[in-house]
Structures are given as structure tokens and as C-alpha cells.
Nanobody, 118 residues
């Protein structure tokens, strides 16, 4: 069973920075794509950034140039460096692993709250 645990969420002023971390249990981390999603109050969950097992990255237009996703396979950890934060970045941020295995399973963490004050 894969477990994902996020950390790093906090209250920060606009223009500030945060780094989120997501640690995965199990031995499948290095062979799977990882991603960060977020869900703001009253809105649908959206993809923020993703990274393949080979290190290729993709970003939502709203965060390009401000956020950076990276991974450390030795530590089973994926990071999201967030710079120049804006109030509209306020959301619960979720870590996702997958698709994994023959069934293409996705695994999710429980989320970490990021609040950006104006």
C-alpha cells in the first residue's frame, strides 16, 4: 500500500515563498510520475505541476515561472517550490502518484493547506 504525506503548507504574505514536500512509502516511487494538485474553497481540484520518472515537468499556465516541481528518488520525495505567491494560490495542495501498475492506480495524500494573505 502506497502512502503519501505532504508537509510545508503555511500562512504566507503575497510575494512570499514556500516549499512543499511529499514523502512516499513503498518501493515504487522512482518508477512513477508524481504531481501536485490543489483545491481552493468552492472550486474543483486542478493540476498544478507534474514530473515524470525521467524528470520531465509540466505546469499549469497560472504557475509557470513561479513554481518548480522536483523529485529526489533516493528520498522518495517530490517537492513544489512556490515563489511570488499570490492570494489566488490559496488552496489545499495534494500530492499524487501514478498511474501505477497494470491497473493504472493513482494514490493521493491528504493535503497541506497554503494560505496567501494580501
Amino acid at each position: 500500500q502506497v502512502q503519501l504525506v505532504e508537509s510545508g503548507g503555511d500562512l504566507v504574505q503575497a510575494g512570499g515563498s514556500l516549499r512543499l514536500s511529499c514523502v512516499a512509502s513503498g518501493s515504487i516511487f522512482s518508477i512513477n510520475a508524481m504531481a501536485w494538485h490543489r483545491q481552493a474553497p468552492g472550486k474543483q481540484r486542478e493540476l498544478v505541476a507534474s514530473i515524470t520518472s525521467g524528470g520531465s515537468t509540466n505546469y499549469a499556465d497560472s504557475v509557470k515561472g513561479r513554481f518548480t516541481i522536483s523529485r529526489d528518488n533516493a528520498k522518495n520525495t517530490v517537492y513544489l517550490q512556490m515563489n511570488n505567491l499570490k492570494p489566488e494560490d490559496t488552496a489545499v495542495y495534494y500530492c499524487r502518484l501514478g498511474p501505477s501498475g497494470l491497473l493504472g492506480m493513482y494514490y493521493w495524500g491528504k493535503g497541506t493547506l497554503v494560505t496567501v494573505s494580501s
